[in-house]
């Protein structure tokens, strides 16, 4: 019985990012064995890299913040993290957001880009995104929740 897409998928992207992270040179490499045969083009290959560092400095913002960081810290030590371990991706990332191959790819990494800088920025203020804390219940007023730095910063950076 052959493998399930999602394996040769997961295969093929481990195979890539492993590369891509060795040579550290912004390039994704297209020789793989059986990567054109799992992904329909480079902007499917490219939105799999993306989601595969958003899920992985996800995580990290909730780790690092599990080990006692306060949030903002938390932050920023999850993205120096992440980049250190995916630095062939985040180079990547960084040059097709810079110069991409088509306006469907800029399109989506300018997308991905946003909702990494929100979920950067409210990270911090946002209670449900802890888990370090148990939730409290919404206060009563209408006034705005109080912001940290972090997201005073990354708000600042994409308006």
């Not at 998928?9 to 990567?35: C, F, H, N, T």
């Not at 946003?114 to 209408?142: C, D, K, Y």
């Not at 006034?143 to 994409?158: C, G, K």
């Amino acid at each position: 019985m052959p493998d399930p897409l999602y394996r040769q998928r997961y295969r093929a992207l481990k195979l890539v990012i492993e590369e891509m992270d060795r040579r550290r040179d912004g390039v994704i490499p297209s020789q793989v064995a059986e990567l054109w045969e799992v992904f329909e083009d480079d902007v499917d290959l490219v939105g799999a890299l993306q989601m595969r560092w958003y899920t992985r400095l996800s995580g990290r913002i909730d780790f690092e913040q599990s080990r006692g960081h306060d949030r903002d810290q938390a932050v920023v030590s999850a993205w120096r993290l992440t980049h250190a371990e995916m630095p062939g991706v985040r180079m990547a990332l960084d040059r097709l957001l810079e110069s991409p191959t088509c306006p469907q790819m800029g399109l989506m990494l300018a997308k991905a880009q946003r909702n990494e800088h929100i979920m950067v920025a409210l990270w911090p203020v946002l209670p449900g995104f802890t888990t370090t804390a148990p939730q409290r219940s919404a206060p009563t007023s209408s006034a705005p929740p109080a912001t940290s730095r972090t997201s005073q910063t990354f708000n600042a950076s994409i308006q």
